[in-house]
């Protein structure tokens, strides 16, 4: 519980002898946030301790585990990651490699997993690809990460993106491939280019600042109205604006100032902290937004509760005109593979007309980059749409994978098990 | 970890909503003594949650888990106990209580055992009632414990000991029997007379102070000496002591002071604070000491180490003879149903003879309790050796039942699993 | 805040280097339980660092202290102690030991105090001698400490007691005396005899284990009674009780069992923790109580709330008859010099008649040690009134110093200072 | 210790009532960083409690302190604030505000301080005003605060500045205003301007956002060179930077990212504590920096130790010339007002020529901005060599205050108290 850094000090190396070690900074989308529910997850099984984490979410996990449940598993937290656990310690499979194929034959959804034994490292990516995971090297030793700006930090050199439907194996000897599916399209979560990524990372050989700056011109092109200020909600927005900047000769001004040391909105774990975070994390540049015409540039909008705000916190700070820019297409449609969105009923674009988003943000415009421009921002001229080169459900309703638990979500609420306490 | 009153204080009605609990303190001696191991464990069953601690030994539990563990079942935990939830889970039976049964049909040991589901409140003995558990009332609230002397402190009233091989199980209707196994003649743990009950506690009727008196009494008979005062070793020497003292007629002293806030040398978990406990849990009392002729009278003789320290520490403040006298017989055997006793080479009468003995505790003389001595203290004049009233394997060697871990100790250890860390 | 043992574990020596070391462990009856108020206290003088911790209560410290706040002084505490600190640290001395003695002769109570610069440890006893400290040797090494068992237990040698009025000084040179005061008589407090030594000490020459065995023998010639069974309050009482069943020849039992992991009464800081306290701390022994007529032997009675619940417990166990004695004279005066005896209104014998206190307790009679028999049993034949031998005002009313701040309490009010918070 | 969020949460209100508060958030320049070196400080004064806080430095707080414990003081901690406090005890003027001046006069450096007794929040700047105060108003109550930033997160509103030498004094009667000084112009730090405070702040009426855009355009007029991308330092280094790519029409990419959750680099308390910080504190963006001349805008250099360590970590990333450029005149003389910048030994700027400068930091070119250009950006045409308009000492060693404790340092060291132990 808590940041990174508060739990893992300069002593770490001594700490944790062994030959590799796997780690897991997660924001619990499925399973409360409790001690339970932290990654990674171990176990000892008949031949020999294994552990694991992942980043996504498993479509199917309600189901897998009333199975398993069913047939006398016992679980410890509420995690879907422990089904993956469970399903290779049942597996009939006598190798350990086949038992976890088998288990993740057993599994839908996107994830990225990482998996440690006592004597492999392993990492393995989704059918389709929906979370990334990339292949570093620092020295001799090889390092797995989310994201390509991980291996710079600590020095690493990027290898190369684990494939979708791979599964490698890092031993003492090196690194092997194993195919567990057949073989199928990447369909990347689109959401990486347009906000999970940092914009020093390199996703699919993209520069994702450049991504970024390039959705800026094609917002731009598509969404140009008068203004004196190009103006991002940082951090996220800042690559997109100076594009629209570049684009609309615009100049560019940091109207708003990142309040640190409180973190990411997205981040906090609750309800409750994500109102309070919102509202201590922003503030207002006078300097630069009084008796101005305000093009204001965001990554996305989801439920629409930030951009209100900063919406508001800009009008006091003297804005004549508030023109809100979003990155990325209208979000009308829940994910189910790691982004907590929620319901659909709470998404901002899905329940409102363009005039009523209007109204509700008080801004004077608001616009929002196309799917086609998204996809050229990318750098894919059009999109493929009998099998998208991206996973853009949120913007177009194409779901990658079938919903297991979502379909079954009523009938399913009798047989809910008993929920585990908070530790 | 630590004292039970550093982690319950006085809101713990507030923090435990809920129709009944279950609460455990155990001396660990299976599974090191890691915050994994605590107990009660719970799990999320099929049928609900459930929780179980256990009070004992299971003697087959290692086999029992690498059964398990091979069918796929993932271990929260390196204790005993938890091998009876996984029995539990995985039972075909669709009852929850014929589970229960079937689980403990499969377990042998020595256990007294309470379980908690959302309705029901469970104790259950083993087949012989090796450990105890007893029922009391408090209002119209059922209440199980393992002594008597609990129910006594928060003023609830005794009804009856749990019968060795009863389940009782409680809920809002009452109180329910089940009887699992087959009947079989009680046969108790004899060091709950001897060591473990508290003075004021009551088994099988018999008031443990007056029982351990009489074994004084007949201590005396037994091993008589000229001397100048009879001291106990505190406190559980005690009440032998006057026992001794009356039956002989020498004087009784408190030749030592137990030095509190530091607890019972059974209690510490680890070997090297067992060491640092005794050197400090005893001082002599020179007053009492100096010039005389004492008997030293303590409850048993383990390992040898407390005697060692304790005549060297009468010796010191000035004794001229020291006699040292156990209210129980010499312990030759090793337990495998819940006492920390080790190996037999560790065994202090198990691996002497008499004279060593004497020349390694460096006393004038030393005398223990017969083992019909013993017998006729508890209440009971002849030992029926065929069918002993009472586990006394320590002393006899006659192991009530059968040994599965400790049979296949050696072949064992070469399929051992991977260790849980500690935490 | 808590047990010793909870904050100075194994790596004490290396985390403490230095010469010389003090410590304190205070039940503390002026200035809140907080943080601020743990001793030693500790300050950068001009000639260097001293740290001070003492034992019993200056009666002049509100005025002095209300002196020093005039006059610029900053107190960190709300301990009697800290104005030591200060009298130090504005004396117009130029050497430590002549600001030391400036500071002692300036203060009116009862007190030993250790102290501790960087090149000296010093001990130091208030002109009559009222609180008790000794001088052991270990090695080479000079201790300093309250009692004679403390020196037991670390295997130090007892040399002698720091006389009344006398100044340790230890440095690598060995110890110096300074006396400070002019003679007189001393006269220590009676209670370490009757309640605040442990009983394998040794004060002035004394057993105090025998002591209380005399006061046993004493009580018993003066408050005899016909009965079955003599029970000790455990565990201050037992001595006592010991002495009376030896006198009486009535059997001694142990009719009370100690719940261990509870404090002692007196220790717990707070009226809520005192009464809650009391009523875990002991359980009866019904095969000692049942049917019988019990004298209960106790050290003192002072609020008698403790008495009540232990007469009504012993009742409730089935005694037929409850005759209870006290070791020592009623008390019927306040303690100003660190025994946590609050006012006067609060005595139970103060402000109840014989009559009324047996009725109150529910006792079928009750008895106590009288003054003379007190004296006798320490070895003192006769009390002298003109200067008693020891400080036996609670008993007798002769306050053996000024009482300032008691005097001055009324007017004082309208003065107080500010509290410090808690921390 | 620790991050503000860590210690204060939601509960702030209920846990601190009252009628005001004062807190503080200290990098320690003076007294180690240790719990006893929180701040506010509070004392039980004759007058009733008294709590201050302060930012900056007292340049004569060794030779007080000296005098204060040579009569007797006694100081809880190392910090240079103590010394008001206790000033402020021994004044010998009966009201407090005279006690408070009569402290204030006495006392040498640059400060701004609040205070708090029962009945008045107080606030102070030294007679040149070298650190800032603000005074605000939420509702009818009076805010004071360093920047008006943190006016602007709470939703107070602006009312002025704290004057220099003025003291407020806040009551339920409103706000009164006192002159303990002779008059003096004003002479406040330039390194609010440079460094200190958020761009969002306004001091003495400008918005830091726009005086560090100006001194970016200054930067560029004085220091030009042909490139293909301007890249701040962020955060600090955005204004300047933008305000070079503005001026020069080279555009601006952000070539560096900063690492979130950890900290700013002079905030670290210890020097092993700044130098992981400063490795982990950024990352390169290779798609800004690869194959690229850039112009590298930092705010300020110091120790030089960041600086190289960004400039070789962006000659890694790719770029093909490096440009370094701070957006403040060469650092040549330590500050002893608050700033913790040491020896003027550790000086980058004042131990280097510039070739060495350039050689040293592996740079292409490296320009500052000059004394005038600095002036002019903060909206100063010209300097006034007699008076300076700003305390600059760090550039140009016009320091604007007495340094007594730096002029008796070697003198100073042999008398020197012994330290109080870190807690």
């Known amino acids: 519980m808590g940041l990174v850094g508060e739990h893992f000090g300069g002593d770490l190396r001594t700490r944790l002898p062994g030959f590799a070690a796997i780690g897991h900074n997660r924001y619990s989308t499925q399973g409360r946030p409790t001690l339970r529910n932290i990654q990674p997850i171990f176990a000892d099984l008949s031949f020999g301790g294994f552990a694991v984490a992942h980043n996504g979410n498993l479509t199917n996990s309600r189901q897998l585990r009333h199975e398993l449940v069913r047939e ?119 959401f990486e280019y347009v906000y999970f990524a940092r914009p020093d990372s390199v996703v699919q050989g993209r520069s994702i600042y450049e991504v970024r700056r390039r959705m800026g011109h094609n917002l731009a092109a598509e969404t140009m109205v008068e203004a004196d200020v190009v103006v991002p909600v940082p951090d996220s927005g800042v690559p997109a604006a100076l594009g629209y900047s570049e684009a609309s000769g615009i100049p560019f001004g940091m109207g708003i100032i990142r309040n640190h040391y409180v973190g990411r909105t997205f981040i906090q774990p609750t309800n409750v902290g994500r109102q309070a975070a919102i509202s201590k994390k922003h503030s207002p540049n006078r300097a630069v937004l009084e008796g101005k015409r305000v093009i204001l540039v965001d990554d996305s909008i989801v439920r629409g509760n930030t951009s209100k705000k900063i919406v508001q916190m800009v009008r006091e700070a003297g804005a004549k005109e508030v023109h809100l820019r979003s990155a990325s297409p209208p979000i009308v449609n829940p994910d189910f593979y790691g982004i907590d969105m929620a319901a659909k009923s709470e998404l901002f674009a899905a329940i409102h007309t363009h005039e009523e988003m209007v109204r509700e943000l008080k801004v004077d415009s608001l616009g929002f980059l196309s799917v086609p421009g998204l996809y050229k921002a990318i750098g894919e001229p059009v999109r493929n749409g009998m099998q998208p080169q991206f996973a853009d459900h949120c913007f177009t309703g194409d779901y990658p994978t079938a919903l297991v638990d979502h379909q079954h979500d009523e009938s399913d609420k009798e047989q809910q098990l008993s929920l585990l306490d908070d530790v």
């Open 72 to 190: 006398g598993a016992i679980f410890q937290s509420t995690m879907d990651t422990e089904v993956i656990l469970h399903l290779v310690a049942r597996s009939a499979k006598p190798r350990f490699l086949d038992r976890l194929v088998d288990a993740l034959q057993q599994i839908e959804g996107g994830y990225a997993l990482v998996g440690l034994t006592g004597k492999k490292l392993i990492g393995a990516r989704d059918p389709i690809g929906l979370r990334p995971l990339v292949i570093g090297k620092l020295g001799e030793a090889y390092v797995l990460a989310s994201e390509t700006c991980a291996l710079d930090i600590i020095g690493a050199e990027f290898v190369r993106e684990v494939e979708n439907g791979e599964i490698v194996v890092i031993t003492d000897d090196g690194i092997e491939s194993i195919r567990a599916f057949p073989p199928r399209t990447a369909s990347p979560c689109v």
